[in-house]
DNA sequence: TTTT
DNA sequence: TTTT
């Protein structure tokens, strides 16, 4: 019972989201993310770059998020936790594939200044998340916005679980 | 709409916590957390150490946790976010004090090896997982967790919202 | 020798960066971050927001960066650790400020989509980051980026240490 | 010019480390780290546990480290980057394996309350790490530990880079 | 005081 | 295959 398993990335979408449907409804999306850094050689001074491709795979309500809104190019911020799969190739052979899981446990946030871009700016992008609940020392009970559950920072979260929260959800 | 506002700390605990409880009777655990950088000087080449020292509260379920369980000494993990607060001393003057928030959207995890060190050690805590070899997984259908809620890790979390979880609460 | 002391932020600059020197003529660039989450309350169904304000403080060749390139508005990605500082008030009591500290172990990414803004687009914005030394099994040794030092991700680092790398370094 | 790329990990090696040198000597170590993650079923309200493994690969100083300190099943936090290395497999055909590369930008921590274990208690483990440089607002520059390089927090880092700075390193 |  |  010991661990985090934690990995963050900002990066762009190397084409548009692939999604599929589980057997219960729920939607899986996936997209290529792709990271780069960059560096000066320090020998020869040129300026060098290196790109990481990602596979991240979102579940639940913030696989709808990505379906609708992001596109090949678009830059996000994503939270989530390593998995590595184990799958059969045709030769018979195990195959491993490590993916960045973004579940309900994750977070993801669109990085492009004009989100709307292309697709109507003026929807409401944000989930049913709650901040903290009450003052650290609660001396003068502040008014808190009690009672909700999800990630907060206006970002997504995979919200698989409960139907219990469809009122706060936009989707 | 732009936001991301994370803190993880590792660290001990500088005192035991001091919980109190809101109107509705929720508890809020505070500790006081030591977090210390070391280095060598590079001119004298002298160890230097500095240690750092953060207010963190912890809201709901979490703060529960951190009552039974957490003590001076403690070493924990924790994953937060900022918050400054402004308050009112006594001499009229406004003053700000900034907190690591743990409420539902973050975690704590125990990381002493000994949890159980004085305080009964059979509690449900346990640490040190099984470093057994081999990735165990079953191969089609990927075991997703869905319908549940919550920090994964065998963390902890504030778990402030709602009373529908309780079932998944081992507290 | 405990510690973990991490903060993660993406918002934008309040108002346009506050830079000075020290003694030995390095700068110190001070912003205010605004870091926001949004949610939908649980019972009126209405939108939400909360805004923190964060007071990061950079140190060394980033502060140079920030000072060029940060203006109010501006959206950064910044990994720094939280340090709290304590002053005397003018009535001579102490008083204490926390903030997030920046320096050659934090790094800033500017998150605006047109960076160049106002300020001409084609500046060699990256720094001195090295990638990864060698591949994990070196059994066929790839070309490796070796003998750079600082942070990756083309993002900026306080680079305040050596002078030896100056050569690396674009500012 | 957009990246994060980060992984943080805190996890129990399943085995000793396994190290090998580059040509030019330097050493290359590769763990495999355990996390897992525990939750209660939903519906039966069970207890389930699932662990995770990840490849992990230090480069420089700190492969040193992690070959003469870490042992399996020593607890670690680790923080670095994620990288999918090509490689041929006997039948020709190509593979991919996803690794946790920690270099000089990363960092490793041990969280076994008694690191020395087995091996020596008065190590003097910590490395050459940099605090901030100064005061945010440097009216009364206090004393700095500045000139230094490294990461902070009594951690390792990859310390590939430059010779330099072998004064500041204990192995 | 930012941003959406 | 993205982005700068």
Do not use: C
Request: no cysteine; proline share 6%; charged share 25%.
């Amino acid at each position: 019972m010991a661990g985090v398993n934690k990995v963050i990335l900002i990066g762009n979408l190397g084409a548009d989201p692939e999604v599929r449907y589980m057997q219960n409804g729920d939607p899986v999306a996936n997209v290529r993310i792709a990271t780069s850094e960059t560096w000066k050689d320090r020998n020869t001074g040129e300026r060098q770059e290196r790109t990481e491709w990602h596979n991240v795979v979102f579940f639940g309500r913030i696989a709808e998020v990505v379906k609708q809104y992001l596109r090949k190019g678009s830059k996000i911020y994503v939270e989530g936790k390593l998995r590595t799969r184990k799958w059969q190739a045709q030769d018979g052979q195990d195959r491993y594939s490590t993916e960045v899981v973004v579940d309900i446990n994750g977070t993801m946030q669109m990085l492009d200044s004009r989100q709307g871009g292309g697709m109507g700016s003026s929807v409401p992008f944000d989930d049913a998340p709650p901040p903290s609940r009450g003052s650290g020392r609660p001396s003068q009970p502040q008014p808190q916005p009690a009672g909700n559950v999800g990630e907060s920072q206006g970002s997504f979260n995979g919200g698989g679980g409960g139907g219990d929260f469809d009122d706060d959800i936009p989707f």
